[in-house]
């Protein structure tokens, strides 16, 4: 200035994302129904093998609510572009406590099949791929950009903290009466539908350019298109389903070496409530190690934990010792999740994010059907420490893999360089 001092000009300090009323309230229906669905983590296989006294059904169970990603995945996340998504989310979760509804019904008359288990897992999981659709774009529109990474792990670390609590008493309700677990998972839904209904923000959604006559398959295209023309976006994505096909497994292998170990469904669901607090310290450390590691070292560095942990439980015979291993395999996680997912949230343009995200879904998603049948037929055939064995080999050789020349430590490189050709 002309008279030699120094102007300064400060930017206005932003608003704690807690004081912002949307983003409580999205926060507050996501922690309830995950809270829920914690309760009936454990006790949906649980009640499979009282009732049909078979790994094999209980994985087909598990599979059952993964495979409607390999059916709608894609067309869901063309439809939350151009639909209303909060009204797709309030709908949803309608749904799934109406259906949740159906095994405490059929419970008390006495008509509960195996057949119809593994029918609510699948329309479960059908409602789960549209929810999920437009859940996965509604947090850039709550919160400022700069709070996304904070907000998502806001979100990580509140769900895991409910399942210090949730498996455990699921693992109690299903004592006193098989369904309360599941009437308990469906009110946690309409609790989650009723904040989402009091959020003020619109969370996006919007005709397609070329007018309601544009194809769906054009829209599904655009967006597979985008994902797979992103090299960073993609890497992440193919290394998440080879790691998600064995860590769908994993609950299933779990359980049935803890009932081996003598345990009963009580302490199976308190055994569980381990994955909650290593959830809680994975989401803590997460944002802190993102600001310090490259994103490629970060998800290098949790798959090969990861193996190390699947040779573990191969060699655990007793409840502290599954226990041990539980926290870290829950710890390594939410380190993967969120510096994954705040990328994709932050490169990804609004009007893309439902296909987008659906189809980077449909990655991780898509192998789960995979992992939960092979988890099944490995226990029914060799047992749970030979299934543990198998998994961590595939684990190990997905992480030399990934460790090669080109892989993710090539990651960080290959993100710099996409950003300065869109410069």
């Known amino acids: 200035?002309?008279?030699?001092?120094?102007?300064?000009?400060?930017?206005?300090?932003?608003?704690?994302?807690?004081?912002?009323?949307?983003?409580?309230?999205?926060?507050?229906?996501?922690?309830?129904?995950?809270?829920?669905?914690?309760?009936?983590?454990?006790?949906?296989?649980?009640?499979?093998?009282?009732?049909?006294?078979?790994?094999?059904?209980?994985?087909?169970?598990?599979?059952?609510?993964?495979?409607?990603?390999?059916?709608?995945?894609?067309?869901?996340?063309?439809?939350?572009?151009?639909?209303?998504?909060?009204?797709?989310?309030?709908?949803?979760?309608?749904?799934?406590?109406?259906?949740?509804?159906?095994?405490?019904?059929?419970?008390?008359?006495?008509?509960?099949?195996?057949?119809?288990?593994?029918?609510?897992?699948?329309?479960?999981?059908?409602?789960?791929?549209?929810?999920?659709?437009?859940?996965?774009?509604?947090?850039?529109?709550?919160?400022p950009p700069e709070q996304l990474t904070g907000a998502v792990s806001a979100q990580q670390m509140s769900s895991s903290a409910g399942t210090v609590a949730a498996p455990s008493l699921g693992g109690s309700l299903l004592t006193v009466f098989s369904g309360l677990p599941f009437i308990a998972d469906g009110l946690s839904f309409l609790a989650s539908a009723i904040c989402m209904s009091a959020v003020r923000t619109q969370f996006g959604g919007q005709p397609p350019p070329g007018g309601p006559g544009r194809r769906l398959w054009s829209d599904i295209g655009e967006g597979l298109r985008w994902l797979w023309r992103h090299s960073a976006i993609r890497l992440i994505g193919l290394t998440a389903c080879g790691l998600q096909m064995a860590i769908s497994?994993?609950?299933?292998?779990?359980?049935?070496?803890?009932?081996?170990?003598?345990?009963?469904?009580?302490?199976?669901?308190?055994?569980?409530?381990?994955?909650?607090?290593?959830?809680?310290?994975?989401?803590?450390?997460?944002?802190?190690?993102?600001?310090?590691?490259?994103?490629?070292?970060?998800?290098?560095?949790?798959?090969?934990?990861?193996?190390?942990?699947?040779?573990?439980?191969?060699?655990?015979?007793?409840?502290?010792?599954?226990?041990?291993?539980?926290?870290v395999f829950a710890l390594t996680m939410p380190v993967f999740g969120v510096a994954s997912l705040s990328y994709r949230l932050a490169v990804t343009p609004d009007q893309l994010r439902g296909r987008v995200g659906t189809a980077f879904s449909l990655l991780t998603w898509g192998a789960v059907p995979v992992g939960a049948t092979a988890s099944g037929v490995l226990l029914g055939n060799f047992g749970p420490r030979t299934a543990a064995l198998i998994f961590g080999g595939w684990v190990v050789t997905l992480s030399t893999i990934a460790s090669l020349p080109g892989g993710l430590r090539k990651l960080d490189r290959r993100v710099a360089d996409e950003a300065a050709r869109s410069s």
């Not at 087909?60 to 572009?81: C, E």
């Not at 569980?272 to 590691?293: D, H, N």
């Open 1 to 143: 200035m002309a008279d030699g001092t120094a102007e300064t000009t400060s930017k206005p300090a932003t608003a704690s994302m807690w004081r912002n009323r949307d983003f409580r309230l999205v926060w507050l229906g996501a922690t309830t129904s995950d809270f829920g669905s914690g309760i009936t983590q454990v006790a949906y296989p649980l009640l499979v093998l009282a009732l049909t006294r078979s790994p094999v059904i209980a994985g087909l169970v598990s599979a059952a609510r993964a495979f409607p990603y390999l059916l709608f995945g894609l067309p869901a996340g063309a439809l939350a572009d151009r639909w209303n998504r909060k009204k797709v989310m309030i709908v949803c979760d309608g749904c799934r406590a109406v259906n949740m509804a159906t095994i405490p019904v059929a419970l008390w008359l006495g008509r509960l099949t195996a057949a119809q288990l593994i029918a609510t897992a699948f329309i479960g999981g059908a409602c789960f791929v549209f929810f999920d659709a437009a859940d996965q774009t509604c947090l850039p529109n709550v919160v």
């Open 249 to 327: 497994g994993a609950s299933l292998i779990i359980i049935v070496s803890a009932r081996h170990a003598g345990a009963s469904s009580p302490v199976i669901g308190a055994l569980f409530s381990a994955v909650g607090v290593g959830g809680v310290l994975g989401t803590l450390i997460a944002p802190r190690l993102k600001g310090r590691l490259s994103t490629g070292t970060m998800l290098l560095a949790v798959m090969w934990m990861e193996a190390a942990l699947w040779l573990l439980l191969a060699q655990a015979t007793n409840l502290l010792a599954i226990a041990a291993v539980i926290i």
